[in-house]
Antibody, heavy 121, light 111 residues
């Protein structure tokens, strides 16, 4: 059973860069499905950020595309999120997840536990 | 534009059944969706994939009390024999070419 664990700073300065890593255990980062990031501002709903395939292909939410980079690190069996020029509106719980792991295209089918990132000076 | 619409809230009594609705935007009535559950103070959990014909595939360990059905552009999550642990937020999710979309979520209260 795959296990996903987010890690990274819980506090980021405004205009800075938010960087998170999702460690994958119980499975290979080279598996044939997408590795996904989703966020949830406090008290609000879920927002898809984007995804990466093990070969490096990416898809991003158009509203965030100019600020987001998602990448895979095969040597560490993990994947990462970078979000630049952050503001208070980027304060959220950030979840890593898998998409299509069960062979169902487009279905987000496994979730990490999430990590809270606060943007504040 | 691919959009999912959910009612903000729903409620039902302990032991009763409830049907939550997710509506696909115009022109997208044949799309499949996924349902996710988020209990209070927890991360989301995948429940099932639901197709336009009402067929559905549940995730590992999901109770038989959870089922799905479809009618036109509407996708339903039916929860029977409601238990207190079913209280929480329920999100539908779909996908297009290179994009994934969430509905706004429905907060379910078990009375």
């Amino acid at each position: 059973q795959v296990h996903l664990q987010e890690s990274g700073p819980g506090l980021v300065n405004p205009s800075g860069t938010l960087s998170l890593t999702c460690a994958v255990s119980g499975g290979s980062i080279s598996s044939n499905h997408w590795w996904t990031w989703v966020r949830q501002p406090p008290g609000k709903g879920l927002e898809w950020i984007g995804e990466v395939y093990h070969a490096g292909s990416t898809n991003y939410n158009p509203s965030l595309k100019s600020r987001v980079t998602i990448s895979v690190d095969r040597s560490n069996n993990d994947f990462s999120l970078k979000l630049i020029s952050v503001t208070a509106a980027d304060t959220a719980i950030y979840y890593c997840a898998t998409t299509g792991r069960r062979g169902q295209v487009g279905v987000i089918d496994y979730w990490g536990q999430g990590t809270l990132v606060t943007v504040s000076s | 534009q691919l959009v999912l619409t959910q009612s903000p809230s729903a409620s039902a009594s302990l032991g009763a059944s409830v049907k939550l609705t997710c509506t696909l935007s115009s022109g997208h009535a044949i799309y499949s969706i996924a349902w996710h559950q988020q209990q209070p103070e927890k991360g989301p959990r995948y429940l099932m994939k639901l197709n336009s014909d009402g067929s559905h595939t549940k995730g590992d360990g999901i109770s038989d009390r959870f089922s799905g059905s479809s009618s036109g552009a509407e996708r339903y999550l039916i929860i029977s024999s409601l238990q207190s642990e079913d209280e929480g937020d329920y999100y539908c999710q779909t996908w297009g070419t290179d994009v994934r979309v969430f509905g706004g979520g429905t907060k379910l209260t078990v009375l």
